[in-house]
């Protein structure tokens, strides 16, 4: 398999889109609930454990930049193909598979779920399920111009759920934030490890690197979007800190859309049907992305064509959404794919990193005492 | 080395056709099987025979006349031979030949051959006329202001419109040919050092490589060069204003001209150049700028109301404010069917009613659209098959189709609609959202010309977002639009455009 992947002129993009890319796949299903997991933890002061996330988020994608710049133009696959090998490499690159579609299918199930509770109780699983797949498929089968498409109409165009979340803002006790800074350093840590699956996904960018324009300029983009991801996390999570009475955050299960339950327009009220329908277009970049990362691998590994990729990983989706029937269910996959983002997203590019630069730092210094001689 | 072998390919097809006048007679008809049409006038003198042989349905008689007979009658001393009466004949397309499908080609063209008994080759003058309407006002795209011309189905009368528009040397006009039995005319139009070298060859060599035998208009021709042909947005603008083709062509878009066509085809056309009226252009810009929002407005509505309708009263009753539902509740109280079958069943009443009144001569047109839509919907309501409610969203919505500039435009969002309804009615907000995705995903997937088809808002081009989304004063449009890659970007020097400072 060839490390670098040098895809055609006409199918890289500009630099500053990653910006768009890193914002859309990081906010996801994860959100509407996030306020409350972190507060479980953090209590009062979740904003600050949400923020220091966002920090922590955005030294892992400086590491990743910086491994990912050691190539020419390679993604993860032909990274764990050059510094592992053939075997171990692929085994670790499928491993890696498994991780992706189990995140496609998690934030299908997720979404539905949501979409279960709010809206239609008897709606059944796999209808909803077979629709979203189908259209990732869709939207998959035009190549990465089209996702990264997707992923910049729908970050432009969800920004003024934003702005909805400043009405809420009038029903708000300030003194619900303080006092600032009194959780101990435990309580924060767990808080700062339960943002792991709302601000999950920035570990595409190992994917859709090699299709970055300009390739010097990403780390600034990038950092840009995880920037604006985390500012966003961080209101959104001090709104609800204050919006909610102590007790009742906890109680919430998915606190952003309680809150938009009290948006009133003169002829549109309990505005939450209206989000919970449109998250549809926030999710919709990462299901596409998570499924064109994995179907990627088919192509890259396996030297099969990403078409059968694509429907292979979709019906391997569609399947599991017969098996999650409950809420403990739904729960416990959460959890799991939540723990295995923390490990695959955030230790694993910091060790791969080090190992790359380590390999490129000998081999520098293997030809640098072969030079002389 | 295969010299010979390639010139006796040549002259298989075409022979010289026989020096006798009347064998010549015969094989022109044996070719031309069109009975009294194909005239034959004969003069003689001194024993020498003279033929001018012609299509009558095809010639200017009058022309003929007085520039070809005339002449040759009058001058009495001239010797009847081909030089000599190609010498005297007052016109300007004159050309010998001899090859007999050459000539019978000519004369289904409407030239006259003249050919005298003994000569070893003939002439064919042009005296042809063409049966063509008068410059009217342009009728399917009606403007308040600007010029008010329209293309005809002339393609020289077109051509001069354009010509005389751009008086560019760099204007270039490439000569194509369509329809491999109808050959009709088509001209690429472009500037040659603003359009994009690969748009014009795009369109060249897909114009070009067309292999059926008749293409009926610029219409259908730009169907066939579109890169998706399964999906219901046009990928190729059509327009009957000559003005629209200028800016175009000054904006570095490339033009297709076809012979008997009243409309022209140019590209690249993004999804939003087809929202884009001259009028925006002509208006001043902030005018033209709230002109243009309304009409993105109005097609974003046209397609969302009625599903929204739909699935806020199948599953969302308690979207609505309870003050609106009481009135929502009465207004429906007296109809029996569920929202999505009194919708569609309205909506197909409009199409209905458009249909009609297009198909309809204009005068019996308007009159039964205005009444059929009063009366026929208050009479639809007295019944209780629909709620008033819904006749006014249907009323909005089909306005709003209506006053996107492009008609085919205008017609792929009311088909759209459709499906949307159905899903609304399925799976209420979920179904109207399922629906939106799509198209998001299924506009971005298009192409045209190869180009993005939603730019200039994917991928954002920033400095194009004043020609094609927004309307900003000419001093920052001073760029050309980078969705048509031109060669020579500047339109005009923002130096000189700069405002100075105060006092100066």
Redesign the interface.
């Known amino acids: 398999m060839k490390v670098d992947l040098h895809p055609k002129e006409s199918l890289l993009f500009n630099a500053f889109l990653l910006v768009f890319i890193i914002h859309s796949v990081q906010v996801g299903v994860g959100i509407i609930g996030l306020p409350r997991i972190v507060f479980l933890n953090a209590k009062h002061d979740a904003w600050i454990a949400v923020f220091l996330a966002g920090v922590f988020t955005a030294v892992i994608l400086w590491f990743m930049i910086m491994m990912l710049k050691q190539y020419d133009s390679a993604d993860l696959y032909g990274i764990h193909a050059d510094v592992f090998g053939k075997w171990l490499g692929n085994f670790l690159s499928f491993v890696y598979m498994l991780y992706l579609t189990a995140c496609f299918s998690v934030i299908i199930l997720n979404y539905i779920e949501i979409v279960q509770v709010w809206i239609f109780p008897n709606l059944p699983t796999w209808q909803l399920a077979l629709v979203l797949i189908l259209l990732a498929v869709y939207a998959v089968h035009g190549g990465i111009r089209v996702i990264v498409g997707v992923s910049f109409l729908s970050a432009t165009g969800t920004l003024w759920l934003l702005l909805v979340l400043c009405i809420p803002l009038r029903y708000t006790d300030i003194t619900h934030m303080f006092p600032i800074m009194n959780v101990d350093i435990k309580h924060m840590i767990k808080g700062i490890k339960s943002v792991t699956l709302s601000i999950l996904g920035f570990e595409l960018l190992m994917f859709v690197y090699p299709f970055v324009k300009e390739k010097r300029r990403a780390l600034f983009y990038v950092q840009l979007g995880n920037l604006f991801t985390t500012l966003a996390f961080t209101l959104i999570t001090l709104i609800s800190i204050v919006f909610f009475a102590e007790d009742t955050l906890s109680k919430v299960i998915w606190p952003v859309i309680s809150m938009l339950k009290i948006v009133r327009l003169p002829n549109l009220e309990r505005f939450e049907f209206l989000a919970v329908s449109f998250w549809m277009l926030v999710i919709l970049p990462n299901i596409c992305l998570y499924l064109w990362a994995a179907s990627k691998g088919f192509s890259r590994i396996i030297k099969r064509t990403q078409k059968m990729g694509i429907w292979i990983i979709a019906m391997i989706a569609f399947g599991a959404s017969f098996f999650i029937k409950a809420r403990y269910q739904m729960n416990f996959f959460t959890d799991m794919i939540s723990k295995a983002g923390f490990y695959a997203a955030y230790c694993y590019p910091v060790i791969l990193s080090i190992i790359v630069y380590l390999k490129k730092w000998l081999s520098r210094r293997k030809q640098s005492h072969a030079e002389p001689s | 080395m295969f010299k010979w072998l390639a010139g006796k390919k040549s002259t298989e097809g075409s022979k010289p056709h026989s020096l006798m006048i009347d064998e010549l007679k015969e094989q022109i008809k044996s070719q031309l099987n069109v009975g009294e049409d194909l005239t034959f006038r004969t003069l003689k003198r001194d024993g020498d025979k003279l033929v001018f042989s012609y299509m009558s349905s095809l010639i200017d008689t009058t022309a003929l006349d007085e520039f070809i007979i005339t002449p040759i009658q009058e001058n009495t001393h001239t010797k009847w031979t081909c030089e000599a009466i190609a010498q005297i004949l007052p016109i300007a397309n004159l050309s010998a030949q001899n090859q007999l499908d050459k000539v019978v080609e000519g004369i289904n063209v409407g030239k006259v051959y003249i050919y005298i008994e003994g000569q070893p080759y003939g002439i064919l003058g042009d005296v042809s006329k063409t049966v063509e309407r008068g410059v009217e006002k342009a009728e399917t795209e009606s403007l308040v202001y600007g010029p008010k011309i329209a293309f005809t189905e002339s393609l020289i009368g077109n051509m001069n419109i354009l010509r005389h528009n751009i008086k560019d040397i760099n204007l270039c006009m490439e000569d194509l040919t369509v329809g491999t039995r109808t050959k009709t005319k088509a001209k690429l139009v472009y500037i040659k050092d603003i359009a994009d070298e690969e748009n014009v060859n795009v369109f060249r060599e897909k114009i070009s490589q067309l292999e059926i035998d008749y293409v009926a208009g610029t219409t259908v021709l730009g169907q066939l060069i579109e890169n998706n042909s399964w999906t219901v947005f046009p990928q190729l603008v059509t327009t009957e204003l000559p003005d629209r083709v200028t800016i175009a062509l000054m904006h570095g878009k490339v033009v297709v001209l076809m012979d008997r066509s009243p409309d022209v085809l140019y590209g690249p056309s993004p999804f939003f150049s087809f929202f884009e009226s001259t009028e925006d252009v002509y208006m001043r810009w902030n005018m033209g700028l709230a002109l243009r929002f309304l009409r993105l407005l109005a097609a974003f509505l046209s397609v969302l109301l009625t599903p929204a309708y739909v699935a806020v009263l199948t599953?969302?009753y308690?979207?609505?404010?309870s003050p609106?539902l009481v009135s929502l509740g009465q207004s429906r109280a007296n109809v029996p069917f569920p929202p999505m079958f009194e919708a569609l069943l309205l909506e197909f009443f409009i199409e209905l009613l458009r249909e009609a009144g297009a198909r309809l001569p204009t005068k019996v047109g308007q009159t039964m659209g205005i009444v059929g839509g009063i009366v026929i919907g208050q009479a639809a309501v007295n019944a209780g098959f629909t709620s008033n409610i819904l006749i006014i969203i249907i009323a909005l919505s089909a306005l709003g189709s209506f006053t996107t500039p492009s008609y085919i435009m205008g017609t792929a969002i009311r088909m759209i609609r459709f499906p949307i309804i159905l899903l609304a009615g399925f799976?209420?907000?979920?179904g109207?959202?399922?629906a939106?995705?799509?198209f998001?995903?299924?506009l971005?997937?298009l192409d045209t010309l190869g180009g993005?088809y939603?730019s200039p808002?994917?991928?954002?081009r920033w400095k194009d977002l004043g020609y094609s989304f927004f309307r900003v004063p000419t001093q920052y449009l001073s760029k050309r639009p980078l969705t048509n890659h031109p060669i020579d970007a500047q339109r005009f020097s923002v130096q000189k455009a700069k405002k100075k400072d105060v006092d100066e």
């Open positions: 599953f969302h308690e979207v609505i404010p609106l799976w209420g907000g979920i109207i959202m399922i939106f995705c799509f998001i995903i299924h971005l997937k993005s939603l808002v994917y991928p954002l």
